[in-house]
């Protein structure tokens, strides 16, 4: 429950298929400084937000795949994307796994 967790947390790891994907301040969620594209759909599920549910499923874990965890349901995948698994990086005060998110 993001909610809960912003009103007890400083910060926020955000997982997509057992991998860290983000971890931003609870602040970064009240400003809409997300930089991961999941933590963004995340958000926008919320009924107090868009309410816009995020198609397709995570990946088997059995089967995962060689690039990016969240590349077959991102609207920024590119090749590499699916090529490489990207590094957690610092990113506009937070980090994220994510070649294309920016600050």
Not at 15 to 41: I, K, M, W
């Amino acid at each position: 429950d993001i909610q809960a967790a912003l009103s007890v947390a400083d910060r926020v790891a955000v997982f997509y298929a057992g991998t860290t994907v983000e971890l931003a301040s609870a602040q970064d969620f009240e400003r809409g400084n997300l930089r991961h594209p999941y933590t963004q759909a995340l958000w926008r599920s919320l009924p107090q937000n868009e309410f816009a549910p995020l198609p397709g499923n995570q990946p088997d874990p059995e089967a995962l795949p060689a690039g990016c965890l969240f590349g077959d349901r991102c609207p920024w995948a590119s090749e590499i994307c699916r090529a490489e698994h990207p590094p957690l990086r610092a990113v506009g005060g937070g980090w994220v796994r994510c070649i294309h998110a920016q600050g």
